[in-house]
């Protein structure tokens, strides 16, 4: 609340109203999309300065608060009013955090500093218009360009592949050697990624056959886009309201669950809907084609389980239910055993992993979790790693039911290892070794291992 209330002090929702109408006024000028960013920028970090100063025992709690704040809106995404002051960029968040610990930001400027940028804007901006707008044409070659040639270099740099991502996406090598090596071939059906792209639109989640010559991308701006990069086209999937998407064996269909609650094929070369699976009553939130036959499996909201036979249509019954949403399933390598991942993705309570048996959808085991779980994967028919709520991720062997490994994730990451049995973010974790917990000394096996150790006894 203090935070907010140096936010209203300062008068930062004014310093909005002028940015909103600068941007209007010269919204095609790259200078005032960073002097945005480092406005609003400044501004978290003179009123997180204010809270430590106000409160200079608490830096913690309010890091603490300013987290959990941040982890439930990313969640949620409510949409800013254009006169707002948000919470500031997600990739801001860490130098935030060390300030805070610190105590080391300033609440203001000091006159000094406020008197010298005044006088270097007073110099530079009657400038602008002869100085920096000259040798702005003069580098772009403008200057003597016709209508034509301008037309020409706005379709070159819609045709041009986006390259998108950051380090920590997850994506395929086809996929990340490929782009940007070749302009796209644009069949009349077909859409470019960046015909619909939005400013600092991100890879976040990736899909992949297994010959690696489709891919489905989730970005940063809620697209999904279909790349066949043998041809370089795309299909825009965005309108679809896909949330999960998995590749059959063979790589020429792949099923997509959707908030609309269907699951849904799709012919990979052609980027077509083939046909409708079945429609549930509530959204669905993961996907999964079994390697061994034809099913799918689903998990959706409302804490169902869904198999289905895509040869007949219909679905296994007396599957479990569960009371909190199924945010990941997955087959094993050998299709007989499907994991559901069980828990509030918005919260840290506490969930599940259920082993069940794919054939008859029996509950086989259930694998208790700290967190919510919220994606997972199966490194080996005897080994699964789950990603949970905090970021942690755990090595589970299935045979003794006990962790045997451990690493820390983003949380981002492992949300975005949910969206397809493909992304390989939770494989690509190293894990460090744990000690399975010890029995206790009047427990069953604690028993037994001291029988063993001393038969004579």
């Not at 006159?111 to 010298?116: A, D, K, L, W």
């Not at 950051?166 to 071939?185: C, R, W, Y």
């Not at 012919?267 to 409708?276: E, F, I, N, V």
């Not at 490194?379 to 905090?390: F, K, P, R, T």
Request: charge should be neutral; glycine fraction near 6%.
């Amino acid at each position: 609340m203090t935070h907010e209330l140096a936010h209203f002090t300062r008068g930062d929702h004014w310093v909005r109203l002028l940015e909103l109408i600068a941007t209007g006024v010269f919204w095609w000028h790259p200078v005032v999309w960073w002097a945005r960013q480092q406005i609003e920028a400044s501004e978290e970090e003179c009123c997180d300065a204010w809270v430590v100063g106000q409160f200079p025992n608490t830096p913690k709690l309010y890091a603490e608060a300013l987290l959990d704040t941040i982890d439930y809106l990313c969640e949620r995404r409510p949409a800013l009013p254009p006169v707002a002051c948000g919470l500031g960029q997600a990739h801001f968040l860490r130098h935030r955090l060390t300030k805070i610990m610190r105590g080391a930001a300033p609440k203001a400027m000091s006159p000094r500093v406020r008197c010298t940028l005044t006088l270097t804007a007073a110099l530079l901006l009657p400038l602008q218009p002869f100085v920096f707008g000259s040798q702005s044409r003069q580098r772009l070659g403008l200057a003597g360009q016709t209508a034509q040639g301008l037309a020409t270099l706005a379709t070159n740099d819609i045709e041009a592949p986006s390259a998108g991502g950051s380090p920590n996406d997850a994506l395929p090598t086809s996929l990340s050697s490929t782009e940007g090596t070749s302009p796209v071939v644009i069949p009349p059906s077909v859409t470019t990624s960046r015909s619909r792209s939005a400013r600092g639109e991100k890879v976040w989640s990736t899909a992949a056959s297994a010959d690696g010559r489709f891919v489905v991308r989730a970005t940063t701006a809620r697209r999904i886009v279909l790349t066949d990069l043998n041809t370089n086209a795309e299909t825009d999937l965005s309108d679809e309201r896909i949330t999960s998407v998995a590749f059959a064996p063979d790589g020429e269909w792949f099923a997509a669950a959707g908030q609309d609650g269907r699951i849904t094929i799709w012919d990979s070369a052609r980027g077509k809907l083939l046909r409708t699976v079945l429609t549930h009553a509530d959204a669905l939130r993961s996907v999964a084609v079994s390697p061994r036959d034809q099913t799918l499996a689903a998990g959706s909201r409302d804490g169902s389980v869904l198999i289905v036979d895509l040869v007949t249509g219909e679905s296994l019954a007396n599957l479990p239910s569960y009371s909190s949403a199924v945010n990941c399933v997955r087959f094993s390598s050998d299709g007989r055993q499907l994991a559901a991942a069980v828990g509030d993705w918005m919260s840290n309570a506490r969930g599940e992993v259920a082993l069940l048996d794919a054939s008859t959808g029996r509950t086989v085991a259930t694998l208790p979790c700290v967190t919510s779980p919220g994606a997972l994967t199966f490194a080996s028919n005897d080994e699964l790693i789950v990603g949970l709520w905090d970021g942690r991720t755990q090595l589970w062997n299935l045979v003794n039911r006990q962790v045997v490994g451990s690493a820390m994730a983003d949380k981002n990451l492992v949300s975005a290892a949910a969206f397809s049995p493909d992304n390989p973010a939770l494989r690509e974790a190293t894990f460090v070794a744990e000690e399975p917990s010890p029995a206790k000394e009047d427990s069953p096996l604690a028993v037994l291992r001291r029988l063993f150790a001393n038969p004579a006894k």
